[in-house]
C-alpha cells in the first residue's frame, strides 16, 4: 500500500495563479482532511471531507475549495493564490469509523511558495 | 478560546531521557494525540490517550490528566533518530483535532 500520496510536491505560484493539489489514499478510509503548516504554528484544518461527495470548512477555508468525488481522491484548489498562502500543505485519511479519535495518517506534504 | 502549549524546543544527550510536556484548553475533550515529525515529513501516529494514566509503547511513553489538562510524551534510551519535532494535539467536543506548534527535540552525542 503506498498510503497517502500528494501530488505535486513543489511548486512555486505567481500571485493571482491558480493551482490544485491533489490526495490519494489507498487504505479505504472515509474521512479525508487538508491542512497547512507554518512556521511556528500547529496544523491548521483548511477543509475536509466525511466521505465521497462530502466536503465541510476547517478554521481555515478562506481562499481555498476542495472536492471529493471519488472516495479515494481529495482536491484542494487554489483560485487565486496569495503570498500569504505560502506554506506546507498536509492530506490525511483516517479510518471508516470516522470521528477526530481516530488515527489520522499523513501525507508528505505539498511545499508550496507564492511570489 | 481553545489553545495548545507546549515548549518550542528542548535538548538532550543520546542515551538520556527526555519528558515533552503539552498543556491544553479545550471546549470539550475526546483525548490527546502524539505524533513524531522530522524535518521535511509528514507527521506519523504515536500514542493516543484518552483515559487518564501512562501508557507505554516500548522506548515511548505517553501520560495524561484530564483534571489538569495536562499530559507528556517521555523518551527513553535516547537515540539519534529520535531528532524531531513532536507535535500534541487535543480533540475538542466537536471532534476536531488542536494542534500545538510542535516540540523540535535536539539530540546530541
Known amino acids: 500500500n503506498a498510503g497517502v500520496t500528494q501530488t505535486p510536491k513543489f511548486r512555486v505560484l505567481k500571485t493571482g495563479q491558480s493551482m490544485t493539489l491533489l490526495c490519494a489514499q489507498d487504505m479505504n478510509h472515509e474521512y479525508m482532511y487538508w491542512y497547512r503548516q507554518d512556521p511556528g504554528m500547529g496544523l491548521r484544518l483548511i477543509h475536509y471531507s466525511v466521505g465521497e461527495g462530502t466536503t465541510a470548512k476547517g478554521e481555515v477555508p478562506d481562499g481555498y475549495n476542495v472536492s471529493r468525488l471519488k472516495k479515494q481522491n481529495f482536491l484542494l484548489g487554489l483560485e487565486s493564490a496569495a503570498p500569504s498562502q505560502t506554506s506546507v500543505y498536509f492530506c490525511a485519511s483516517s479510518l471508516p469509523s470516522g470521528g477526530g479519535t481516530d488515527t489520522q495518517y499523513f501525507g508528505p506534504g505539498t511545499r508550496l511558495t507564492v511570489l | 478560546g481553545q489553545n495548545i502549549d507546549q515548549p518550542t524546543e528542548m535538548t538532550a544527550t543520546e542515551g538520556a531521557i527526555v519528558q515533552i510536556n503539552c498543556t491544553y484548553q479545550?471546549?470539550?475533550?475526546?483525548?490527546l494525540f502524539w505524533y513524531q515529525q522530522h524535518a521535511g515529513e509528514a507527521p506519523t501516529f504515536l500514542s493516543y490517550?484518552?483515559l487518564d494514566g501512562l501508557e507505554e509503547k516500548g522506548r515511548f511513553s505517553s501520560f495524561l490528566s484530564r483534571s489538569k489538562g495536562y499530559s507528556y510524551l517521555l523518551l527513553k534510551e535516547l537515540q539519534m533518530k529520535d531528532s524531531a519535532s513532536y507535535l500534541c494535539a487535543a480533540v475538542d467536543s466537536n471532534y476536531q483535532l488542536i494542534w500545538g506548534a510542535g516540540t523540535k527535540l535536539i539530540i546530541k552525542p
Open positions: 490517550n484518552v
Open positions: 479545550t471546549s470539550g475533550f475526546n483525548g
